[in-house]
């Protein structure tokens, strides 16, 4: 008998789903569909980059740049393969990243963010300025 419950433990422990303390890894679509993000570890940190635009070139057709960032030096920077999402660490208390920072290329603006487990490959993306509660929350879906 004592093998058995001991045995079906095992199995329980084997087959129950990844926790959100596993990092989300993978590449994933923004709410708009302009966008992909390629989440990935930097040391014990999250951190993502653009990996796809729905428009990667500008007017000349030349790719598009980081022409609203407030450094004019990062003006000749591609937005492709550009870091966006970075700082981010894992938080058993709250189960999600954070304390991290998220890019917006659009507006050349960094905000506060933190990314959380939103149901089966999809994730509530949030940036803020001081308080979260504040802040606009995103959803992105896993591409792979």
Request: charged letters at 25%.
């Amino acid at each position: 008998m004592k093998y058995l419950l001991l045995s079906a433990l095992l199995l329980l422990l084997a087959v129950r789903p990844a926790t959100a303390q596993t990092p989300p890894l993978g590449v994933w679509a923004d709410d708009s569909g302009d966008s992909h993000i390629e989440l990935y570890r930097c040391g014990e940190q999250l951190c993502g980059r653009l990996v796809w635009l729905r428009n990667p070139a500008d007017a000349n057709g030349k790719p598009r740049l980081d022409v609203k960032h407030p450094s004019p030096e990062r003006h000749t920077q591609p937005l492709l393969s550009l870091t966006v999402l970075q700082n981010l660490r894992y938080n058993a208390e709250t189960d999600r990243w954070e304390d991290g920072e998220i890019y917006d290329p659009e507006n050349g603006r960094t905000y506060s963010c933190y990314v959380a487990a939103a149901g089966k490959d999809r994730l509530e993306v949030k940036g803020y300025i001081g308080f979260s509660l504040i802040g606009k929350a995103h959803y992105w879906q896993r591409v792979k």
